[in-house]
Nanobody, 128 residues
Framework: QVQLVESGGGLVQAGGSLRLSCAAS????????MAWFRQAPGKEREFVGTIIWNSGSIYYADSVKGRFTISRENAKNTVYLQMNSLKPEDTAVYYC?????????????????????WGQGTQVTVSS
């Protein structure tokens, strides 16, 4: 059984910061990547960023580049999303996802269908 549990969401004013956590448990050995997505009301789920576990390579969506930072704590099987300079358009439910399927070329994946496991999501609301 695999579980991803997000935490850290909340209400923040524009320009503020939040840090989300995603704790993974269960069969996590050999996972290829973990990622963050977000979904605003009435919109499709949107890629935020991903970290390839073995290499530590990190990729971000253009909309968050320079403001958001992904990091990890291997010993705790936890991935973080530090969000700075938040904007009202960052308001969404944020989801953590994990991909167990490997990729020998080290390619990064930004599609929701490319990930195998999902957390329940945590709400982030940015007020103007």
């Amino acid at each position: 059984q695999v579980q991803l549990v997000e935490s850290g969401g909340g209400l923040v004013q524009a320009g503020g910061s939040l840090r989300l956590s995603c704790a993974a448990s269960g069969r996590t050995f050999g996972w290829y990547a973990m990622a963050w997505f977000r979904q605003a009301p009435g919109k499709e789920r949107e890629f935020v960023g991903t970290i390839i576990w073995n290499s530590g390579s990190i990729y971000y969506a253009d909309s968050v580049k320079g403001r958001f930072t992904i990091s990890r704590e291997n010993a705790k099987n936890t991935v973080y999303l530090q969000m700075n300079s938040l904007k009202p358009e960052d308001t969404a439910v944020y989801y953590c996802a994990a991909r167990s399927r490997s990729d020998s070329f080290g390619f990064y994946y930004s599609g929701a269908r490319d990930y195998d496991y999902w957390g329940q999501g945590t709400q982030v609301t940015v007020s103007s």
